[in-house]
């Protein structure tokens, strides 16, 4: 032997072994999980609607009903046969932006009803921009906006229809069938 000591040896025998490993997590760091390019982002639903409303000491609830669904959508029932209601915001006074949305799992065809419920108003009107998105499987486009409405809600308790339309069996909006006329779907 040239003078080392067992204990060289395996010093240098464990960090060499170290450094191994590390170049070898350097290298294969970069194939475990590849960045997703906003391109293939598939969105969680086919039909999304989202509301928004200011800052304040304001709580505004969305109430949605699709074809086949037995209740309605919202904060006491979250989620349905064809939508869920994914986010909840109880109006925050810190908080720049409120909102809410929900997602349903596929187009059906029929009546879909958007509504906005003021839970708790303490300054009014309070305005509600009210965003409805269709994606469908053969869409190259991705997210479509449908429709897009601002409601003014004046008190506290008030439910007003923000948009109602039908669909048909190829996830087109029928003609003339987009209003908002009322239709009361929050539970009482």
């Not at 989620?79 to 799992?105: H, K, Q």
Request: aromatic share 8%.
């Amino acid at each position: 032997m040239t003078g080392r000591s067992a204990g060289t040896v395996f010093r240098d025998f464990t960090l060499l072994m170290v450094l191994g490993f590390v170049a070898m997590v350097i290298w294969l760091l970069p194939h475990i999980n590849p960045p997703e390019s906003a391109a293939s982002f598939t969105p969680p639903g086919n039909v999304v609607i989202a509301i928004h409303w200011p800052e304040g000491d304001v709580d505004v609830d969305m109430w949605v009903m699709g074809p086949g669904q037995s209740a309605p959508v919202g904060y006491s029932n979250k989620s349905g046969e064809l939508f869920n209601l994914l986010r909840d915001d109880l109006g925050a006074p810190d908080v720049e932006r409120n909102y809410e949305n929900g997602y349903s799992r596929g187009i059906v065809p029929g009546e879909y009803v958007f509504n906005v419920h003021c839970y708790r108003c303490s300054q009014a009107p309070v305005p509600v921009d009210v965003e409805v998105h269709l994606s469908k499987e053969d869409a190259d486009k991705g997210m479509v906006p449908v429709a897009t409405t601002t409601v003014d809600l004046e008190r506290t308790g008030e439910e007003r229809t923000a948009l109602r339309f039908r669909l048909d069996a190829q996830g087109e909006v029928e003609p003339d069938s987009l209003n908002s006329v009322f239709r009361p779907l929050r539970e009482g």
